[in-house]
């Protein structure tokens, strides 16, 4: 029940696929299975399938069901599989801080229990990065995971935002390919595609995959959300702002439909891009409410970059304050071992790093918080509130690459 369920999903037939799944969860955590490996492969195909389609709600009811049958029956790989994908659950409906610990638990807990548990974290993990503008940091977390089929989504959508379009529509088509232009995940392919065509400056490509997408008439939750973002964003390429506008505005309003306040808030930031010209108070409205939503969501590069828009458009933003509140994750972790008076090499080698990236945060982090040198980071580092330069992580990433086999 479980199998087929699952590979309804992937083919598209979503509904039938989960009443299949729900009813094998039910009957496996009711105690129907006796053995716990049929409850572990019930509860990754149900998850990954929650995940395929990005149904939050249905995933977060079925991580704190199986959470609770772990508690009471143990079962460390169904647990942390779990928790891995209730953290990316967490990403999803912009509860980033609960995420962080969700999927730093799951990480640390994989180290023992092989090869998708990892992968399902690391995932996790790296879409936080990029969503808080940490490009670098998801970079480093998807090289960990190796080349494996279930991040390739998320890489287009990280190679895309580290200036690397190309390898990201090599990606999405030989994804594309595999499916046959079908099934769950062709919605958030070919939606990936659009917006790395577009990156590359290649506008007929992006407008043909742009009239592929199935919008409403697909099973897949966001799949109306994605075509009015990505026909939005043509659109705009082509220079017409009103369609742009009324795509973009109807996406930023399915988005919320769903709960997904980050997807949201940067639809209602590229409504504010495309009109800037030819509607600019409507373009200061649009960018004022992004940048308000990203700030407090803790999307800092997004959030820049709307905050701009509005400084071009003659609106006075707050200036950068002097705050650790600034720094990425990383550069938080980089800043506490200036602290400790550690070199470039030295903290490469504590964080898993090259010196070449340890220099590179150094930089930033400098260039941030408007400090000329490592003794003034320093002596700020020990000036702050603790809690604004945190610790590091018990569980550091470390690079090794994984080879890609066969995987469910």
């Known amino acids: 029940m479980t199998d087929l369920g699952f590979a309804m999903v992937i083919s598209g037939d979503v509904s039938a696929g989960l009443a299949l799944l729900d009813e094998a969860m039910a009957g496996t955590l009711a105690g129907e299975c006796a053995r716990l490996d049929t409850v572990v492969w019930a509860s990754c195909s149900m998850l990954s399938a929650c995940?395929?389609?990005?149904?939050?709600?249905?995933?977060?009811?079925?991580c704190a069901a199986a959470d609770s049958f772990a508690l009471k029956y143990g079962c460390p790989f169904l647990h942390v599989r779990c928790r891995a994908h209730y953290g990316r659950v967490l990403v999803g409906i912009g509860k980033w801080a609960a995420a962080e610990i969700e999927l730093v638990r799951a990480l640390s807990m994989a180290a023992d229990l092989g090869r998708e548990p990892r992968i399902e974290a690391l995932g996790g993990l790296a879409e936080l990065?990029?969503?808080?503008?940490?490009?670098?940091?998801?970079?480093?977390?998807?090289?960990?995971?190796?080349?494996?089929?279930?991040?390739?989504p998320l890489y287009a959508d990280v190679m895309t935002a580290a200036g690397h379009p190309e390898r990201a529509i090599a990606v999405l088509?030989?994804?594309?390919?595999?499916?046959?232009g079908a099934g769950a995940a062709f919605p958030v392919l070919t939606a990936g595609l659009v917006y790395a065509y577009l990156a590359s400056d290649d506008l007929a490509s992006a407008r043909a995959a742009a009239k592929s997408l199935p919008g409403a008439t697909h099973e897949h939750p966001q799949a109306l959300a994605l075509t009015e973002r990505a026909t939005g964003l043509v659109a705009a390429a082509e220079g017409e702002p009103g369609l742009a506008a009324s795509r973009l505005r109807r996406a930023a309003a399915e988005f919320?439909?769903?709960?997904?306040?980050?997807?949201?808030?940067?639809?209602?930031?590229?409504?504010?891009?495309?009109?800037r010209v030819a509607d600019p108070s409507l373009a200061v409205v649009e960018a004022?409410?992004?940048?308000?939503?990203l700030e407090r969501l803790g999307a800092r590069r997004d959030a820049a970059a709307a905050a701009a828009l509005l400084r071009s458009l003659g609106v006075a933003t707050r200036p950068g304050p002097r705050q650790a509140g600034l720094l990425s994750q990383r550069e938080?972790?980089?800043?506490?071992l200036v602290k400790r008076g550690l070199t470039n090499p030295e903290i490469a080698a504590e964080l898993f790093i090259s010196p070449k990236?340890?220099?590179?945060?150094?930089?930033?982090i400098l260039a941030k918080l408007n400090l000329r040198s490592r003794a003034e980071a320093a002596a700020f580092a020990a000036a702050v509130d603790?809690?604004?330069?945190?610790?590091?992580?018990?569980?550091?990433?470390?690079r090794q690459h994984v080879r890609a086999t066969p995987s469910r």
């Open 129 to 152: 990065r990029l969503r808080q503008g940490a490009v670098e940091e998801a970079v480093e977390l998807l090289a960990a995971a190796g080349d494996v089929p279930e991040v390739a």
């Open 386 to 398: 603790a809690s604004d330069v945190p610790a590091l992580p018990a569980v550091s990433v470390r």
């Open 357 to 364: 990236t340890a220099a590179h945060h150094v930089s930033r």
């Open 288 to 293: 004022s409410w992004a940048v308000d939503r």
């Open 173 to 180: 088509r030989s994804q594309l390919a595999s499916t046959g």
């Open 256 to 275: 919320d439909r769903l709960e997904l306040p980050f997807d949201a808030a940067r639809a209602r930031f590229e409504l504010a891009r495309a009109v």
């Open 51 to 62: 995940s395929l389609i990005a149904d939050h709600k249905r995933a977060a009811q079925w």
């Open 332 to 336: 938080r972790e980089v800043l506490a």
